[in-house]
């Protein structure tokens, strides 16, 4: 029997900094995978990617990869890329930019709007979701544990 259930936990996020340091955090839980990062522009993707790759040794620009849809990253030989489909029009486009096979070949993957890939992208290893709770903002993450018995 294989039984599945989401685990998920609300992180309140005062600031910038905050944001960062839950990047920095997650680094030391799950230096490789797949990513997926929701929310409204501005909510602290690319920010909360940022304080990731830094943990991880990255000292160098972290960009938002909307206009590029894609940001590479090289840590120590390990391949990472920051995807942002905020500007794909339908999800097959994603064919057509190589994400798939890129998503095969990178260590870890952090993947911006992956909504708009419909059910082309794999499952994430983790979900989070940034919003903003007032002033500040807060994440929720969320894992999905596959429990087979």
Do not use: C
């Not at 839980?29 to 993707?45: D, I």
């Amino acid at each position: 029997m294989t039984v599945t259930f989401e685990k998920k936990r609300v992180i309140p996020l005062r600031n910038l900094d905050d944001t960062e340091a839950l990047g920095a955090s997650l680094a030391t839980q799950l230096p490789q995978g797949l990513v997926f990062l929701r929310g409204p522009l501005g909510a602290g993707k690319t920010t909360l990617v940022r304080g990731w790759l830094r943990a991880l040794g990255y000292d160098g620009p972290v960009k938002s990869p909307t206009f590029t849809l894609v940001e590479p990253y090289e840590i120590d030989s390990v391949q990472i890329l920051h995807f942002d489909l905020f500007r794909i029009a339908k999800p097959s486009e994603i064919e057509y930019i190589g994400m798939l096979e890129h998503l095969e070949t990178s260590q870890l993957q952090f993947v911006e709007w992956p909504e708009r890939g419909d059910n082309l992208l794999p499952d994430p290893d983790l979900d989070i979701q940034l919003e903003y709770d007032g002033s500040s903002r807060q994440a929720t993450i969320s894992v999905e544990i596959v429990d087979k018995k």
